[in-house]
């Protein structure tokens, strides 16, 4: 069965800190890995989708990387407004449905 | 570009009381998805349609819930009767097809008391 395990849970930044969230999954056959932002009280908002390893996509501080068996969410100096959780979700070769994982909770502080 | 549109946002209700949400995708949009998000977990995926077709409900626990998607446009989610452990956040979403991008509502906030 198709699996997304994230970590850390939860990060806490300082401000210009930068530091990467970890996405690592099993499927047979990948088919797309995508990233997304909540914020409280809002549902997600996409961010990137990744199909093969090795590709890399970048917007603003975020930059989303993928091998075989994860995918990292890079973030470059880190402001408060990046403060949320980040989804990493998956879409394997078995089953049309898009599986995500538990997200990982970021706090910047100023 | 309009997103995906849900209503109610909040609603608070008794257990065995009984409670429909409803959603309208994306135009255009032909796969459908209703997810439950419980607080501090990911989105879990309820049930999945392909225009007003069934693809996924395997994680739909159908002795209370169900779900319809009419004329392959808007869909209704009901739960019927709730249980204290229904309370979620209910997230509708739409795809262009499946495998594409997935673009989801504010969510619908329920409380089961």
């Known amino acids: 069965e198709d699996q997304v395990t994230q970590s850390p849970e939860a990060l806490r930044l300082q401000e210009g800190e930068s530091s990467s969230l970890n996405c690592s999954y099993t499927?047979?056959?990948?088919?797309?890995l995508f990233w997304y932002r909540q914020d409280p009280g809002k549902g997600p908002e996409f961010l990137f989708t990744l199909y093969s390893a090795g590709e890399e996509k970048e917007k603003e501080r975020l930059k989303a990387t993928l091998t075989k068996k994860e995918s990292f969410l890079h973030i470059t100096a880190p402001k408060p407004e990046d403060s949320a959780t980040y989804l990493c979700a998956v879409l394997g070769a078995s089953y049309d449905k898009v599986i995500f994982g538990p997200g990982t909770s970021l706090s910047v502080i100023p | 570009e309009a997103g995906v549109a849900q209503s109610p946002r909040y609603k608070i209700i008794e257990k065995r009381q009984s409670v429909a949400f409803w959603c309208n995708p994306i135009?255009?949009?032909?796969?459908l998805y209703w997810y439950q998000q419980i607080l501090g977990q990911g989105p879990k995926l309820l049930i999945q349609f392909q225009n007003n077709g069934v693809v996924d409900d395997s994680q739909l626990p159908k002795d209370r819930f169900s779900a319809e998607r009419l004329k392959g446009v808007d869909s209704t989610l009901k739960i019927q009767p709730a249980k204290l452990e229904d309370s979620a956040v209910y997230l509708c979403a739409s795809s262009p097809l499946v495998g594409n991008t997935i673009y989801f509502g504010e969510g619908s906030w329920l409380t089961v008391v």
């Open positions: 499927v047979s056959g990948l088919r797309g």
């Open positions: 135009s255009g949009h032909a796969t």
